[in-house]
């Protein structure tokens, strides 16, 4: 079967709304890198499962998360998109990884380790083995490159151990994928606690409404040892600062920066600043994804097409691996 070739691969997981960190570490690329290469792109929602979400929120949160890949301008005549569990190839390629994986190695992941705490006992396989089906959501398309926020890395350092132990145990059939990471591979949350994430709730909807960005902004953690108006301040460990350099111009950040260390400028005003600028620069994702709720059909066209371009490549590949493991073809 003739197919065709994949560079890229990614994924995010439909559980909750896209937020500014998945944006400036991972989609922003993803748009970029589909006018140069062959990217397939998709909602994985079997990941999703280990959270073990509501039926109707998990359906919700694909079909926004499809409207966010088309509103942040992925073309579905080009790259392919597609939920995950539209395509039956990732799970059964999973299972031939699980064989190959030492319990070790996945004991030593730090997202398991921390999802996990100390009820490593309780919590579901499915958590525990997140990373292989990670790893077959790559390699089911021997796609070489996997643009990625910094968490991610540590996945895909396990995702390239998978291919090279599939290929020396059964002969080689993957490539080794790499992480591709922004400048923003590590957008910090709002409350300075640690990376962005909707678990913490210290994020920024892509989709919020100006008031929203404004009110969220407003209460982030700033340098906390400029204690008042007058106090000169440090950029460098001020993250309201750090997304200046994500939605502001420029000239306009050198600005804050000087303003911020000589106390001219205070931290109201620079969030008053940062608030607009990042609310200018998201309003026409906000309204393209406000459109598509009103035209339905255009995503679930998007996603079906998708569907069938990912089934497509899937199945050959899936096909080798079966005669190489000595599974029937
Ligand atoms: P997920 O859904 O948590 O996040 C999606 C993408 O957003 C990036 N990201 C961030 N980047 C910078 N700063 C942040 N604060 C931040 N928060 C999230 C993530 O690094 C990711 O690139 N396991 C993956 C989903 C996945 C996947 C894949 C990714 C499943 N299969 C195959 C690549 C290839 C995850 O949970 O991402």
């Given at each position: 079967?003739?197919?065709?070739?994949?560079?890229?691969?990614?994924?995010?997981?439909?559980?909750?709304?896209?937020?500014?960190?998945?944006?400036?570490?991972?989609?922003?690329?993803?748009?970029?890198?589909?006018?140069?290469?062959?990217?397939?792109?998709?909602?994985?929602?079997?990941?999703?499962?280990?959270?073990?979400?509501?039926?109707?929120?998990?359906?919700?949160?694909?079909?926004?998360?499809?409207?966010?890949?088309?509103?942040?301008?992925?073309?579905?005549?080009?790259?392919?998109?597609?939920?995950?569990?539209?395509?039956?190839?990732?799970?059964?390629?999973?299972?031939?990884?699980?064989?190959?994986?030492?319990?070790?190695?996945?004991?030593?992941?730090?997202?398991?380790?921390?999802?996990?705490?100390?009820?490593?006992?309780?919590?579901?396989?499915?958590?525990?083995?997140?990373?292989?089906?990670?790893?077959?959501?790559?390699?089911?398309?021997?796609?070489?490159?996997?643009?990625?926020?910094?968490?991610?890395?540590?996945?895909?350092?396990?995702?390239?151990?998978?291919?090279?132990?599939?290929?020396?145990?059964?002969?080689?059939?993957?490539?080794?994928?790499?992480?591709?990471?922004?400048?923003?591979?590590?957008?910090?949350?709002?409350?300075?606690?640690?990376?962005?994430?909707?678990?913490?709730?210290?994020?920024?909807p892509l989709l919020a409404p100006p008031e929203e960005i404004h009110k969220r902004v407003r209460k982030a953690v700033t340098d906390p040892q400029r204690l008042r108006r007058d106090d000169p301040g440090r950029p460098e460990?001020?993250?309201?600062?750090?997304?200046?350099?994500?939605?502001?111009?420029?000239?306009?950040?050198?600005?804050?920066?000087?303003?911020?260390?000589?106390?001219?400028?205070?931290?109201?005003?620079?969030?008053?600043?940062?608030?607009?600028?990042?609310?200018?620069?998201?309003?026409?994702?906000?309204?393209?994804?406000?459109?598509?709720?009103?035209?339905?059909?255009?995503?679930?066209?998007?996603?079906?097409?998708?569907?069938?371009?990912?089934?497509?490549?899937?199945?050959?590949?899936?096909?080798?691996?079966?005669?190489?493991?000595?599974?029937?073809?």
């Amino acid at each position: 079967m003739e197919t065709e070739k994949v560079d890229v691969l990614s994924g995010i997981q439909p559980t909750g709304e896209a937020h500014v960190g998945n944006y400036l570490g991972a989609l922003k690329q993803w748009v970029e890198m589909q006018e140069a290469r062959r990217c397939f792109y998709c909602i994985v929602d079997l990941h999703a499962l280990t959270t073990q979400p509501d039926p109707e929120a998990l359906r919700r949160a694909s079909f926004d998360l499809a409207r966010v890949f088309l509103a942040i301008g992925l073309d579905p005549e080009r790259s392919a998109l597609f939920l995950q569990s539209e395509v039956p190839g990732h799970a059964d390629l999973a299972w031939v990884f699980q064989c190959l994986t030492p319990m070790g190695e996945l004991q030593r992941m730090t997202q398991f380790k921390d999802k996990a705490g100390a009820q490593q006992g309780k919590v579901n396989v499915g958590l525990f083995t997140y990373p292989v089906l990670q790893a077959a959501d790559i390699l089911i398309y021997r796609a070489r490159e996997v643009p990625v926020g910094e968490d991610q890395v540590q996945h895909l350092e396990l995702a390239r151990e998978i291919a090279r132990r599939f290929n020396r145990v059964y002969g080689k059939l993957f490539p080794e994928p790499r992480a591709r990471l922004s400048r923003a591979a590590r957008i910090q949350g709002l409350d300075g606690s640690g990376k962005m994430s909707k678990s913490r709730n210290n994020h920024i909807p892509l989709l919020a409404p100006p008031e929203e960005i404004h009110k969220r902004v407003r209460k982030a953690v700033t340098d906390p040892q400029r204690l008042r108006r007058d106090d000169p301040g440090r950029p460098e460990v001020c993250n309201v600062f750090s997304l200046h350099g994500h939605f502001s111009p420029e000239a306009t950040v050198r600005e804050i920066e000087e303003g911020c260390r000589s106390a001219a400028l205070g931290c109201v005003d620079c969030k008053r600043m940062l608030a607009e600028n990042m609310a200018a620069a998201l309003a026409p994702i906000r309204e393209r994804a406000e459109a598509l709720d009103r035209e339905p059909e255009r995503v679930r066209e998007a996603l079906a097409s998708g569907a069938r371009r990912a089934r497509a490549v899937a199945a050959v590949t899936l096909e080798g691996v079966r005669d190489a493991v000595g599974l029937p073809v």
